[in-house]
């Protein structure tokens, strides 16, 4: 049995799991039988596709089902091993913390029965071979997902999310329809291997990639694609916004990695500089809006667009690389892009379980109402603080080490020839030096208002620890995090064989380095060793606490905060979410928001309130989508009146456009 | 020499910027109360200050955590290491390989990081507004040093401190006017990133204006004697970044004879004076700037930064 079959077996498994769940009913039953049963089928899963990633294995499958003259094609190379272990790793972790999560959901029969498809859906995206399977498990992804996003669909919110979302996922899916027929041509070859085979013209490609960038871009949230990401991914109950945004977004990075660097061959230097100007604007766009937002899900959601536009930046650059013909710096910028994709997936789902503990523990998610719940949720708070840091690309964890890897991507692109890549890279790589540092305020600014200070609402004063599930799930990403982050080296090897059957280089072996160092090109240019580093800062601050305990006075007197002498017992004096991104609205935000502040102030005497107002404006929708918005409903409107005519008008219409046809026909002949 | 001069090089190091750096800062505040005609405290004060605030005892908030306890002791080890990894009198250090300089610059970003949390921890508004501040000043000064680095990168072909410091004293370096950028960018980011004037005033104690301050203002005793500690250490790191960099003269090569060491040191102490003073000259000759032309300022530094590696981007020659 190869492990392709068996993959396919856990899929299939996943898929028909809802059956004997609908069976048990609303019973508990039916939740331990759905989530214990995934935890189980990902782990399993995770372990074949691990394994075969490290053995390099290729295999290939065919199923009678699908379009009768290629069939339903699987095939499992190091890419697919790649992604499937993303998927599966997320999967088998937002399992085991719904199975403590789960008890919350009101109605769990909107979640149980498509869970597991989702689930499902993801990991055949990853397995097809040919253009027909791919499609119909991305669509069943996007459907499956929106059905969750619109399980809470009693709250307004949640339904125009879930309207934006559909609508999205149809405008991707058509992208990709039509991407995939353009690879095809005339001969309707949807087999991947036929695709590879029969290589596009120069001017085809390009469109394809123009189709991907607009397909893929969509599901991974690349801007000015990203306007439903925001929506959806917080509308989900949380293990399943864990996934949309720590794994779906990989699954179409996986797209978009498969179509442009697998099917359509050689590309040309200026895919790298579209790519790339993307991905910069992505990442910063996604963190300013992050920064911004009240709600602790919706700032995880935008930031997880911030990661995908530091992805894509590498994705890009490994284009560049490829198109100039330098394997070996193309093979350490996709590893970059790679890792980064591994490493988000494991700290956004840590941020986005902890997001739900806080839910669950505290009953809301909106940062001015919490504060304070490191006291009340200890273990919740520790694994939050951890997915902050390393989300923030801080050493020694392991957001640094994928960040890094782009940087020196960079600093090899001065050999790139073309002038609008001499010009575009540095933009682009201080436009991801923004980011990552506007990262680090967006996640002070989460982890502060939420965990830290005093709490803001009775119910955060009695918010609770959550259950043991939940806290395994949290604390076992906790320890992924940090193993990813000081021993990257293992991670780097192991996506080695992927970079080298994409673009033909590899980052040179890390495994025999002293030290586990890392090292991308050659020691004397650069290496980082976050064990050293974490291992450093471990016994200086304990030399440092040592020192202190030894020689400083060890009294301690709990007293009322100081706070200049005027402390405010009320807790709604402490700084809020707005207040604290006030600073950086001004800087950046009149050019990226429009954002206006309106201060009035009573004249002396007169007891009128002081009031101030902040306006932000979302200028992307404004500019892109309310015009289409607009334009829809004005022809919508004018075609309305062809529903109300008489029935001689229906004839004389017909009448009409048969003539009409007849004389094309004519003339065409 | 061999492991034995590397460790001792490696360990006399960091006893050395530790022992430095109060007394830099000292020296700072001495030349800054000549200049305006007044005596000045002692250079040993910042020593007795640490004393001082090390036998107090502390005052917790009531709302503190155990964040705000651990904080102190994080801050001070990530800058501690940071500093212990960018040359100061020799470049032979045993583990500089074990983090470039995007790395020591990722260090000082993490001892932020932890500093403006506990700003927030107590949940007074005072920290807020020194966090939030914070987190904004670095938000611009951290891309500025990064674009610093690329430029420095881009020339000396490697992020490592010490290749980088080899290459500024090989003869192939000549005048660049993006050499001339980094410099003055690197030291607007210096300024900006240790809290001096015209960005934010240590000596300030007038609370709208804080930036720093009001992040530590919870803090007493020990922590505080931790912090305040750290603090020096940063602008002491800044200093030597600048001198290995910029005035790399002095610096002993890996596996020089105990003279060429002795030497190092000698230069070093001299870089730190020079540098001293010149930081109290600028800060006597400039006012402080309101808080929103910060960006402004910093911005500058990003610009110049940026510009300076687009030049090498477009330069065809002499890139490695």
Known sequence: ?669 | MGLIGAVAVQGGQMALVLALAPALTGLVRKVKARLVRRQGAPLLQPYRDLWRLMRKEVVLAESASWLFRAAPYLIFAGTWVAAALVPTFATGLMFSWSADLIAIMALLGAARFFLALAGMDVGASFGGIGSSREVMIASIAEPAMLMIIFSLALLAGSTQLSTVASYMLSSNVGLRVTLALALVALMMVAIAENARIPVDNPATHLELTMVHEAMVLEYSGRHLAVIELAGFLKLLLYVSLIGCVFVPWGLAPAGAPVQAHLIGIAAYVGKLALAAVLLALFETAVAKMRLFRVPAFLGAAFMMAILGALLLFVSRGGLR
């Open chain 1, 1 to 669: 049995m190869t492990p392709l079959v068996v993959l396919l077996g856990a899929a299939g498994g996943l898929l028909l799991l809802p059956l004997p769940t609908l069976a048990l009913g609303q019973s508990g039953l039916g939740r331990w039988l759905t989530y214990g049963g995934a935890t189980a089928v990902c782990a399993a899963a995770l372990g074949v596709a691990l394994r075969s990633l490290l053995l390099g294995e290729i295999c290939e499958a065919s199923l009678p089902l699908g379009l009768p003259w290629i069939g339903a094609r699987f095939r499992l190379d190091p890419l697919a091993s790649a992604f499937l272990v993303v998927v599966d790793l997320g999967g088998a972790f937002a399992s085991l913390y719904a199975l403590g999560y789960g008890r919350h959901e009101p109605e769990p029969s909107r979640v149980l029965p498509f869970y597991t498809p989702f689930l499902a859906a993801m990991m055949l995206v990853v397995l097809a071979a040919d253009a027909f399977s791919f499609l119909v498990a991305w669509e069943l992804m996007s459907v499956a997902s929106w059905a969750l996003a619109m399980a809470h669909h009693r709250e307004p919110r949640n339904t125009q999310a879930g309207y934006v979302y559909l609508l999205m996922a149809n405008f991707g899916a058509l992208a990709l329809l039509l991407c995939f027929g353009l690879l095809a041509g005339p001969s309707g070859a949807y087999a991947f291997d036929a695709i590879k085979a029969h290589p596009p013209t120069s001017a085809t490609a390009a469109l394809a990639l123009g189709l991907t960038i607009l397909g893929a871009g969509s599901k991974a949230g690349l801007v000015p694609l990203h306007v439903w990401l925001p929506l959806a991914h917080p509308a989900a109950p949380s293990h399943v916004s864990a996934l949309m945004s720590g794994v779906m977004t990989k699954v179409a990075v996986y797209a978009f990695v498969r179509i442009v660097f697998d099917l359509v061959g050689a590309p040309a230097p200026w895919w790298a500089v579209a790519v790339l100007i993307l991905g910069g604007l992505t990442a910063v766009t996604g963190v300013l809006q992050a920064l911004m937002q009240r709600d602790l899900k919706r700032l995880l959601a935008y930031s997880t667009v911030e990661n995908i536009g530091i992805v894509f930046v590498g994705l890009g650059l490994a284009l560049a690389f490829r198109a100039a013909a330098m394997p070996l710096a193309a093979g350490l910028a996709l590893t970059a892009a790679l890792l980064h994709v591994f490493n988000h997936s494991l700290f956004k789902s840590l941020l986005f379980f902890g997001s739900g503990a806080v839910q669950s523990g505290a009953g809301r998610r909106d940062m001015d109402q919490l504060g304070g719940l490191i006291g009340r949720m200890p273990q919740t708070a520790l694994a939050f603080l951890a997915g902050s840091v390393a989300i923030s690309a801080l050493p020694p964890l392991n957001g640094f080490v994928s960040e890094w890897l782009t940087f020196q991507a960079i600093l090899l692109s001065p050999k790139l020839d073309p002038w609008s890549l001499k010009l575009a890279v540095p933009a682009v790589g201080a436009m991801l030096a923004l980011a990552a540092a506007l990262a680090a305020a967006c996640f002070v600014k989460a982890f502060g208002l939420t965990f830290l200070g005093r709490p803001r609402t009775q119910a955060a004063k009695t918010a609770r620890e959550v259950d043991g599930f939940s806290r395994a799930a949290m604390l076992g990403l906790v320890v992924l995090c940090l193993a990813a982050g000081v021993l990257p080296g293992f991670v780097i090897d192991t996506l080695a064989p992927v970079t080298r059957a994409l673009v033909g280089g590899r980052m040179p072996a890390q495994a025999g380095q002293s030290w586990l160092t890392i090292v991308p090109i050659a020691e004397a240019r650069s290496s980082y060793n976050g064990l050293l580093v974490l291992v450093f800062v471990t016994l200086s601050a304990g030399l440092c606490a040592l020192a202190i305990h030894e020689l400083a006075s060890r009294r301690v007197r709990r007293a009322p905060a100081w706070d200049c002498g005027a402390p405010d017992p009320s807790p709604m004096t402490q700084y809020t979410a707005d207040s604290f991104a006030q600073p950086i609205r001004r800087v950046f935000g009149t050019y990226v928001f429009a954002a206006r502040e309106r201060v009035e102030t009573p004249a002396p005497g007169d007891l009128a309130p002081a009031r101030f107002e902040a306006v932000d404006r979302d200028l992307i929708w404004e500019t892109l989508y309310a015009p289409i918005a607009g334009a829809v409903t004005f022809a919508a409107e004018r075609l309305n009146r062809l529903q109300f005519l008489t029935i001689r008008a229906y004839l004389g219409l017909v009448f009409l456009a048969l003539v009409t046809l007849l004389l094309v026909l004519a003339l065409w002949g």
